[in-house]
């Protein structure tokens, strides 16, 4: 289990709550007038917390805090300019400066953790954009990367033709993967090459879990289902804490991908009572507050490897 | 009578009906059903098992039943026919490859006993592609003509741009006034 943190008590018990978040900021705005100081400032001078804290911090507080919604819009979305500009009224508001306008070493913490949030929020206009990439049966690379997934998971197993009922042993839905991808794009794609690439064994064995006589799902289209609710867990700034404490990479994007579809499987296979197709979206749905309390809680995100038997 | 009591009755006057809708995968269900309710239909992901959604809509509380459409899936349609007012079978005016087998699928829902007499909307979708066939040739296509048992009508229209699906849904809750 991991230490109970600050960030993670906020993020359990006061941000949870609009009535608790506002005694929270009525407390905190008459500590600051106190103390002229401010959260802010005191989180980026406190150096017993790391800097992935540091910065996860700053996010929560942003986010939240009513007075610094210009800033942030201009911060996280903003142009180099208007960055500049947000940091400096940041640095004023919040009372990073004391006579004279040198700035502090608490100043260039905060600048800091604010250039690796930027990451995680361009990230999300990178998978935006690769999610409304259509998949093109006419184009050769997004033919090539389908071509690829099928000998990824069949190995050398020959698809009979281009359209073939074969792609259902996959789980697409017809003869033709193309329109599968609607609403994911290339991205869907992207992520099943991805974990089919680097957990080959696992990627085949729960492939084969998939087939279960009575509990079958469709593989591919639940990959293609999991991109999307990864995509609403990043827009929810549910996956800010992995994000920061990793890299705000495609990569740990698609790592965690593969976290999502062992844990996945698992689940579903997991259920008090044993489940169908038809229970798809009720499971789905606990899945993903499953999933957002493992996040909200911290907890490691690690792959799971180990072929159980269902 | 209290404002509470007169809430409750103005509400209960609202008539539920059960809308089932079906058809092929891809035929563009869920859109159909996210237009409905105002939502969002960029992100529109394959139905793995069903979709539910309440909407309310000219006095009438629409219980609308989205049922995935891949092969796999089509046995446990049956389930989901118990008490349906209206089917709304869905088609991809574009797929012309698929046209017999959606066509098949289609006939084969007619002649269930659970469904007997329940009127059915077609949706010609996806009129907004330029290989759409036109919603009369679909008609021929099915044999609508030839339905005697139950009212039936085929609306052409587009979940992308909206087109249409107003229009059906009216004829479809007329049938229930």
């Known amino acids: ?310 | 009578m209290g404002l509470l009591s007169l809430l409750r009755k103005l509400k209960r006057s609202d008539k539920e009906v059960r809308i089932l809708f079906l058809g092929l995968d891809n035929a563009g269900k869920t859109s159909i059903l996210k237009r409905l309710a105002d939502e969002d239909i960029s992100e529109i992901r394959p139905t793995q098992g069903f979709n539910i959604k309440t909407v309310q809509k000219d006095g009438f509380k629409m219980n609308v039943w989205d049922i995935g459409g891949q092969k796999a899936i089509r046995p446990y349609w049956r389930n989901y026919f118990e008490s349906t007012d209206i089917l709304v079978y869905v088609i991809d005016s574009s797929d012309r490859i698929r046209i017999e087998e959606t066509g098949i699928e289609f006939n084969t829902l007619l002649e269930e006993n659970k469904l007997a007499g329940v009127p059915v909307l077609v949706f010609a979708n996806k009129q907004d592609l330029p290989t759409a066939l036109p919603a009369s040739e679909i008609a021929f296509g099915l044999n609508l003509h030839a339905i005697r048992d139950r009212q039936w009508q085929i609306q052409a229209c587009s979940a992308k741009n909206g087109d249409g699906i107003q229009e059906g849904m009216e004829w479809a809750l007329k049938t229930n006034k």
């Open chain 1, 1 to 310: 289990m991991n230490n109970i943190t600050e960030d993670i008590i906020l993020d359990k018990y006061v941000y949870s709550s609009s009535f608790i978040l506002k005694v929270y900021k009525i407390i905190k705005y008459v500590l600051g007038k106190l103390s002229n100081s401010s959260e802010l400032l005191r989180i980026c001078q406190n150096e017993k917390l790391r800097e992935t804290k540091i910065t996860y911090r700053i996010d929560q507080i942003l986010f939240y805090s009513d007075k610094l919604k210009t800033e942030r819009m201009k911060l996280l979305n903003g142009t180099k300019e208007q960055l500049e500009e947000a940091y400096e009224q940041i640095l004023r508001k919040k009372k990073f400066y004391d006579n004279n306008t040198e700035k502090t070493a608490e100043a260039k913490v905060l600048m800091k953790c604010i250039l690796r949030l930027k990451e995680t929020y361009e990230l999300q206009d990178i998978l935006t954009k690769k999610a409304n990439i259509a998949y093109d049966s006419n184009n050769q690379e997004h033919e090539d990367k389908l071509m690829e997934l099928w000998t990824l998971l069949k190995g050398d197993e020959k698809l009979n033709s281009r359209k073939s009922e074969q792609w259902q042993t996959i789980g697409f839905q017809g003869v033709d993967p193309a329109t599968d991808f609607r609403g994911m794009g290339i991205l869907g794609l992207e992520q099943l090459i991805y974990f089919a690439q680097n957990f080959n064994d696992t990627a085949k064995h729960i492939l084969s879990c998939s087939h279960h006589k009575y509990s079958w799902y469709s593989f591919a289209i639940t990959g293609i289902n999991l991109t999307a609710l990864e995509l609403d867990l990043l827009r929810e700034r549910h996956l800010q804490y992995y994000l920061i404490s990793h890299e705000a990479s495609i990569e740990s994007f698609n790592e965690f991908y593969c976290y999502l579809f062992t844990e996945f499987n698992n689940f579903w296979f997991k259920r008090p009572e044993p489940v169908t197709v038809m229970h798809f979206n009720e499971v789905f749905k606990s899945f993903k507050e499953k999933i957002i309390s493992n996040l909200t809680n911290q907890s490691p995100i690690i792959v799971d490897t180990e072929k159980k038997k269902y």
